[in-house]
């Protein structure tokens, strides 16, 4: 309803000779149904001056207003005015009440009312478990949902059959109400108390006792869960078992299951959970439309996260982040910035992860003097005031651009201290520039930033060994291993057939590894019949020369294209994910591959995409 319809109803209700209670209690509800809270609130003010007195059901929607508003005093005074209007004892009222407590996260209140209610049902013990969950009080919800029976119990049941086949009704519906069963709502609270508290095993095991009961609410809870603890395979394997029950899914499961693809880059899954919200006719608002543009833009399709884009009718500022972010992370510095101007004009104001999108999209395209003036106008003439992770972006783009000097000043005169990511940065851009010199400065401070970080050794490592400085590469591993800091291995994902396949380096234990080695070892052949010299400067051991180019042959991601390359068709484009940056002899080594088998591989590292097609990449060897 509009804000002039319901004005004119207003109007009409005070222009009544005597407007009866049920005609104010329906105006009440319809301004709040509206959307119209504190107007809600100030014709239950009016009616009291008119001498009409609120029954529960008046009671019961200013309630909800109070809870919508989030206004403890209000809220209070209400439930003053329930107990002077001799409504102490109704259950919907003190549900209600119970409700409100617990939502605006007065908690000690809904504990004590709970306590104190003579007669607690089903609602009621859900609302409770659900507060007590959300507040991180687990324990005790667990404690109130092991109280409540099952359906199935048996001694419950017989209890309750034996008083009704004795005639005393009264004794069974009294047994009844005191002893509310657990319904699905009461599981759903329990599960979603773990899910908060990150406590994954407890939250399935519950799941997995409810049986055939599971609604989709229950689902979405655990499908939910599975994301945001980074257990994204599991996500998409508890949607397959929620398809076998017949569980029709939600907007709700969609954005979940889009956020596990996007983290996966699993392409071909998100394809497929795309043309499922089509021919179900799920709405695609600016939530799902954005979660598509994600999906699409982190599993390397930017064609079709700007379809996307582009046909959504109305667009927020994490729709914008979304493809400016996804632009910049493909190399399309250019489009970011043309973006964010279109974003403008649009009248969306940007915040703090629009530039952290449009300055890393700046850095992947060197568009160093855009770089530098967008970072200039952040806090003046956009309002946002620059936080560690824009620093990070600015020394990226400098270091990268080979503006060693001017990135190392930026460090040193960041308003905040500078975290692992800044100075790693930095070492990054030594490392490129083969700047020996300040690489070695800045990895001591990223040691005594973090000395327990195996990247901050290998950094330095690296450096020791660009220059032969066998010793001290000795000495790095030495700490290392004495202090029980271990390097992050690399790992790498590729989906074929809608099933993910994860290589880490090093690792035999894939089924196929016997035949993916021969296969590498044949690759290896012609690429040297190509030309190809093995980079050898990111291994870290003062070994044999042969043995550093079979160390680099069997980094994850070259592992993952090999997969690919057995077993897809040919002409089809191989996507992989990696955890790590990719390193410069894998780079070049891809690049060759796409030429040799004529296949467009595709490859996501921990910085940017790379296109490698006929023999080159999209990012002109500039990462």
């Not at 519950?206 to 989709?216: A, E, H, Q, V, Y």
């Not at 600015?394 to 990511?421: H, I, Q, Y």
Request: net charge negative; glycine share 8%.
């Amino acid at each position: 309803m509009g804000d002039w319809k319901l004005d004119y109803a207003v109007r009409f209700l005070q222009h009544l000779p005597k407007p009866n209670l049920p005609l104010w209690n329906s105006m009440i509800e319809l301004s709040l149904g509206s959307g119209f809270v504190q107007e809600c609130i100030g014709l239950y003010n009016s009616m009291v001056r008119e001498d009409i007195f609120p029954d529960n059901k008046t009671f019961t929607v200013v309630l909800r207003a109070c809870t919508a508003i989030a206004s403890a005093s209000v809220g209070e005074g209400f439930h003053c005015q329930i107990l002077k209007m001799g409504f102490e004892f109704d259950l919907f009222l003190q549900t209600g009440l119970l409700d409100f407590y617990a939502k605006v996260g007065d908690l000690s209140s809904a504990k004590r009312l709970f306590v104190e209610m003579p007669d607690r049902d089903v609602v009621a013990h859900n609302v409770m478990i659900a507060a007590l969950g959300k507040h991180g009080y687990v324990n005790d919800a667990r404690n109130l949902f092991d109280d409540m029976p099952d359906r199935n119990s048996s001694s419950w049941n017989s209890m309750i059959s034996c008083y009704c086949k004795l005639g005393d009704i009264l004794s069974a519906r009294l047994i009844f109400d005191r002893n509310p069963v657990k319904d699905v709502v009461s599981w759903n609270a329990m599960i979603d108390g773990y899910c908060k508290l990150d406590d994954l095993t407890k939250a399935r095991e519950l799941f997995d006792r409810m049986g055939s009961g599971k609604n989709s609410v229950t689902w979405n809870t655990m499908i939910s869960a599975c994301v945001q603890n980074g257990e994204f395979g599991k996500a998409i394997s508890t949607f397959h078992q929620m398809q076998e029950q017949n569980v029709k899914p939600t907007e709700v499961t969609m954005v979940s299951l889009l956020s596990a693809c996007a983290h996966l880059g699993a392409l071909d899954i998100g394809k497929w959970i795309h043309a499922y919200i089509r021919r179900q006719n799920l709405r695609t608002d600016v939530v799902l439309g954005n979660a598509l543009i994600d999906m699409y833009g982190k599993c390397g399709s930017i064609e079709a996260a700007l379809e996307v884009f582009h046909r959504l009718p109305l667009k927020n500022i994490f729709c914008w982040n979304s493809i400016i972010g996804g632009l910049g992370m493909h190399g399309y510095g250019d489009e970011a910035i043309n973006a964010f101007v279109e974003m403008e004009k649009e009248g969306i104001k940007p915040d703090g992860v629009t530039f952290v999108g449009l300055l890393s999209g700046c850095s992947h395209s060197g568009l160093v003097s855009e770089g530098r003036q967008y970072f200039s106008q952040m806090r003046g003439v956009y309002g946002v005031n620059p936080r560690i992770e824009h620093y990070g972006c600015m020394v990226d783009l400098l270091g990268r651009a080979g503006f060693l000097e001017e990135a190392l000043k930026l460090v040193r005169t960041m308003p905040m201290v500078p975290n692992s990511v800044v100075w790693g940065s930095l070492v990054r851009a030594c490392r490129i520039h083969k700047d020996t010199k300040i690489s070695e400065q800045v990895t001591q401070h990223l040691l005594e930033l973090d000395p327990n970080d195996g990247g901050n050794y290998v950094f330095l490592s690296n450096t020791y060994a660009s220059v032969n400085r066998w010793e001290d590469v000795e000495l790095c591993r030495r700490l290392m291993h004495e202090r029980g800091i271990h390097k992050t291995p690399g790992c790498s994902s590729i989906e074929v057939d809608n099933v993910l396949h994860e290589f880490v380096a090093g690792d035999t234990s894939h089924p196929h590894f016997t035949k993916i080695n021969a296969f590498l070892d044949e690759i290896a052949w012609e690429l040297r019949g190509l030309g190809h010299e093995p980079d050898t400067a990111s291994v870290l051991h003062d070994i044999e020369e042969e043995e550093k180019e079979s160390a680099v042959r069997y980094h994850s991601e070259r592992i993952a294209v090999a997969f690919g390359l057995m077993s897809t068709p040919p002409g089809k484009s191989i996507r992989v994910v990696k955890n790590l940056r990719t390193c410069d002899d894998c780079h070049a080594t891809l690049k060759l591959i796409s030429k040799l088998f004529m296949r467009e591989i595709i490859v996501r590292d921990k910085n940017r995409f790379h296109y490698f097609r006929d023999g080159s990449c999209s990012c002109n060897d500039y990462w």
